[in-house]
């Protein structure tokens, strides 16, 4: 194992679903996260120095997700200069607050907002954000992205080979 670099955190652990998508995809990329269920309204002091004191463990990003009045990513980011990514949760009866009270941080506190759900872009951005300086990251990121390019022209090819109503077929 080797050192943590990416912190998951989630308001509760009911965002686990939605979660555990960015770390499945941390791991496709070798990297080495933490991960905490802990809540902006129900533990903020616990938050808070959670959030000061990811800097010093050595944390260079921070993933954070919450639903509903989702301000967990907000204090979090208010509370450290490490870049923060935020995943608004959304769920089936939710409409977009989660989304809307993430996207709509006043200046002076950045949070990159992801889809809603988008547990595998916010793995995706901190991987890019890694390989700024990370060789060997940076290749296994090219390499990704290679074969999702390769696997659309195949998926491409197969529909024009095969006509619409048999790949529509092939898809059930
Ligand atoms: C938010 O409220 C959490 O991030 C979660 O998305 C939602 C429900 O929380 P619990 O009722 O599971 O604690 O704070």
């Known amino acids: 194992m080797g050192k943590k670099v990416v912190s998951i955190i989630m308001g509760s652990a009911s965002d686990l679903d939605i979660m555990s998508e960015a770390a499945s ?3 496709d990329f070798g990297i080495d996260y933490e991960m905490h269920a802990l809540s902006a309204h129900r533990t903020p002091d616990v938050v808070s120095t959670y959030a000061k004191e990811a800097n ?3 944390i260079k990003i921070i993933i954070a997700g919450a639903g509903g009045s989702a301000h967990l990513a907000g204090v979090v980011a208010a509370h ?3 870049p923060v990514l935020s995943i608004p949760v ?5 409409d ?3 989304l809307w009270s993430n996207i709509k941080m006043p200046p002076g506190i950045p949070l990159a907002t992801m889809p809603e759900n988008g547990g595998k872009n ?3 951005l901190a991987v890019e954000i890694l390989s700024l300086n990370d060789a060997k990251l940076a290749k296994k990121y090219d390499d990704f ?3 999702q390019h390769d696997k659309v022209l195949l998926s491409d090819k197969e529909l024009s ?3 619409w109503k048999q790949f529509l077929k092939g898809q059930k």
């Open 25 to 27: 995809t941390l791991e």
């Open 96 to 98: 977009h607050e989660a």
């Open 161 to 163: 080979n095969v006509g």
């Open 122 to 124: 916010a793995a995706l």
């Open 90 to 94: 959304k769920r089936p009866d939710h």
């Open 80 to 82: 450290t200069t490490l």
């Open 145 to 147: 992205r290679q074969k």
């Open 56 to 58: 010093k463990r050595g």
